[in-house]
């Protein structure tokens, strides 16, 4: 609020007031007078230093997984994403945002949206050598298939159900698991190898090699199992573009030019699909606001999610 990106008068759609003036002393008092920062320079190495922790986390596990950020789309939902999800974007490489609709309520609409689940999870040592028996195995995931289906069906009677097993598997003597997608159907001695085979699939593809001569184990063995859900919509095609009109401007703290500039308000119930807008921009809704900096524009497409690219992109 102190950098301008939150109306003071519009948080949760106005219902709840707040006090500019408040928190900006809150920000001297605790960050700017120890550190002999000004109000908006203290507001500002917050903010930095928050999406700068978000950055760390994600390159961490993007470095766990193998995986590269740069050609990937960052998906921001939740009531503070959409304020610091560009920030975060540029810091890690990233040239795509996705503010989904409905984005500040995005956990009561997964809730309400999620196909009834249930998951059951039994520890039980297993050795993947020459004496595996599958016969327990079997017995263990009839008794923990009939306790999901006893809860889910509670709540999908005639739903068709799909179930997912799972299995923490390990060398011999490691203290870490992997969890490693197992086939469904019964198990058999022939089984072993199979298992054994998915174990170092998915270990090769964590650690980039597997261990030779060391026998396999498994720790927990999880099933979940889920009412069927809708099938996805199709794709839409791209809605053509038409220049959105803000309804007013405010006064936001600029990082680029450490000065307060005029910025266009967007609200996002004036938007529909073909809205386009260049930034700097804010688009507020009752739920959260989406920052759209200098260097950036957003589109609205047709499933209503605003899409921000970066303009060189």
């Keep these: 609020m102190v950098l301008g990106r939150l109306d003071p008068c519009y948080f949760a759609g106005g219902t709840i007031p707040l006090y500019p003036e408040r928190a900006g002393a809150a920000i001297d008092k605790a960050i700017g007078a120890p550190l002999g920062l ?32 740069q050609a990937r789309t960052l998906i921001a939902f939740g009531g503070a994403a959409p304020l610091h999800a560009v920030r975060l974007a540029e810091k890690l490489g990233m040239a795509r945002v996705m503010v989904p609709a409905g984005a500040g309520a995005g956990s009561a609409f997964g809730f309400l949206r999620a196909p009834v689940a249930y998951e059951v999870a039994r520890s039980r040592y297993v050795s993947l050598d020459q004496h595996f028996d599958a016969a327990p195995v079997n017995a263990m995931f009839a008794e923990m298939r009939a306790q999901a289906e006893g809860v889910v069906r509670a709540a999908e009677p005639t739903a068709a159900l799909i179930e997912t097993r799972t299995a923490d598997m390990r060398y011999r003597g490691q203290g870490h698991e992997i ?31 597997t261990i030779p001569g060391l026998d396999v184990e498994i720790m927990n063995w999880t099933l979940h199992l889920a009412a069927a859900c809708a099938p996805l919509p199709p794709s839409l095609p791209r809605p053509a573009e038409r220049r959105a009109q803000p309804r007013q401007s405010r006064g936001v703290f600029s990082p680029a030019e450490f000065a307060i500039e005029k910025v266009s308000v967007y609200y996002r119930s004036d938007l529909t699909p073909g809205s386009a807008l260049r930034g700097p921009a804010l688009v507020a809704e009752d739920e959260t606001t989406v920052v759209v900096p200098t260097g950036w524009s957003a589109r609205v497409d047709a499933l209503e999610t605003v899409v921000i690219e970066k303009d060189e992109a």
Excluded: Q, W
Aim: without cysteine; hydrophobic residues 50%.
């Design 179 to 209: 969890a490693v997608a197992l086939p469904s159907g019964i198990l058999t001695p022939g089984s072993r190898a199979i298992l054994a085979a998915l174990f170092e699939k998915a270990y090769r593809a964590a650690y980039g090699r």
């Design 38 to 69: 000004k109000r908006l320079e203290a507001a500002l190495s917050i903010s930095e230093i928050v999406e700068e922790n978000m950055a760390n986390a994600a390159r961490v596990h993007a470095v766990e997984r193998g995986k590269d950020l």
